[in-house]
């Protein structure tokens, strides 16, 4: 069973930082493009960031300028650092790997919380 382990919640205040971490298995992590996706409450799961195995980045317009994805192919490793944060960043965060042979995972989530 293939698993996705994020890293780097928490509860800030506006204006804040945080960067969230996701590990998966190297065999999995060098095959696959990489993305973060949030769900908020109440309202349905959506893409944050994504990066192919490449380096090609995409973003939602909402976190574009705020929020930078990056992957350390070495440590199988991807993140999501998250600047300027607000209100309505509050989110559990999910990290998902996309195999290109077939094969979509994702983790169990991180809780981040902008409040003062």
């Known amino acids: 069973q293939v698993q996705l382990v994020e890293s780097g919640g928490g509860l800030v205040p506006p204006g804040g930082s945080l960067r969230l971490s996701c590990a998966a298995p190297?065999?999995?992590?060098?095959?696959?493009?990489m993305a973060w996706y949030r769900e908020a409450p109440g309202k349905q799961r959506e893409l944050v960031a994504q990066?192919?195995?490449?380096?090609?980045?995409n973003y939602a317009e909402a976190v574009k300028g705020r929020f930078t994805i990056s992957r350390d192919n070495a440590k199988n490793t991807v993140y999501l650092e998250m600047n300027n944060l607000k209100p309505e960043d509050t989110a559990v965060y999910y990290c998902?790997?996309?195999?290109?042979?077939?094969?979509?995972?994702w983790g169990k989530g991180s809780p981040v919380t902008v409040s003062s």
């Open positions: 990066i192919g195995r490449g380096g090609i980045t």
């Open positions: 998902k790997a996309v195999v290109w042979y077939g094969g979509n995972y």
């Open positions: 190297g065999n999995i992590f060098s095959d696959a493009s």
